[in-house]
């Protein structure tokens, strides 16, 4: 728009992480990105904020509605379209309008089950197992959950050798669940899925993996070296969850975890 001033490199980084930037535009941030830690970092909590606006683009009445059928926690109806209507703008037409959506998207994913996405894990203990106080500060809310939760189920798949904890805490609304992933390698798009011992399959939550991955432990980055930490909800009790499953957006079963 004629007049409006542009964002500064920094407000960038939220447009990029939506991936709503032109080719031209996505190249100068990069360029940006190589030399700047705050914006990596800010890269790094909004990892997952795609798929979950792609998850929103997808609510009945705006498209497909296979995704948000399967999402455990849905924004109030005002909120969802008025959310809906301004990823759909971005995606049809590649341009800049504002940058609140990206405060916004955030409130709404760590503000309930829906999803809260961190990549901070690993290290920063004493020498004796606990975590400093600088480590607890600096700890996503997914991977405080994480540490808070004393109910876990582990595995490692043979093939893939994609490792996942789920931690478990039963909840008056269902399960609430911290995945903690090591060993997957981007970029791609993932879902931690809830099998009932019913059959029935719910969604607990999304993210994406980018280029580095996470828990690597042959990484040249610290950011490749660490786990993913991400949090969700299920509608079922935890004694009517017969599994979990880590499975790409291509209906690729990484990682199967007994519960």
Request: hydrophobic share 40%; net charge negative; charged share 25%.
């Amino acid at each position: 728009m004629e007049g409006s001033p542009a964002p500064n490199e920094h407000e960038t980084v939220g447009a990029y992480a939506l991936g709503i930037l032109d080719d031209a535009e996505a190249t100068a941030f990069e360029a940006h990105l190589a030399t700047c830690e705050w914006c990596a970092q800010q890269l790094d909590e909004l990892a997952g904020m795609e798929p979950m606006m792609a998850a929103l683009a997808d609510l009945p009445g705006t498209g497909t509605p296979a995704i948000a059928e399967s999402l455990t926690a849905k924004p109030g109806p005002r909120l969802a379209e008025r959310l809906v209507d301004e990823v759909a703008e971005r995606r049809a037409s590649k341009r800049r309008r504002n940058f609140y959506l990206v405060g916004t998207a955030a409130a709404l994913i760590i503000g309930g089950p829906f999803a809260a996405v961190a990549t901070t894990g690993g290290g920063g203990d004493d020498g004796g197992g606990k975590k400093t106080e600088a480590t607890r500060q600096a700890a996503s809310p997914a991977e405080s959950a994480f540490a808070a939760m004393p109910d876990r189920v582990t595995a490692t798949d043979p093939t893939t050798e994609v490792s996942a904890t789920v931690a478990l805490q039963k909840k008056a609304w269902g399960t609430d669940a911290v995945l903690e992933l090591k060993n997957v390698k981007g970029p791609e798009k993932c879902s931690l899925i809830a099998v009932g011992k019913n059959g029935e399959r719910e969604t607990v939550t999304s993210w994406s993996v980018p280029d580095w991955g996470y828990g690597l432990p042959d990484a040249t980055t610290d950011k490749g070296r660490k786990p993913l930490y991400v949090q969700g909800g299920a509608a079922f009790e935890p004694n009517q969850i017969d599994r979990f499953e880590v499975m790409t957006f291509d209906g690729e079963r990484l990682v199967e975890v007994d519960a």
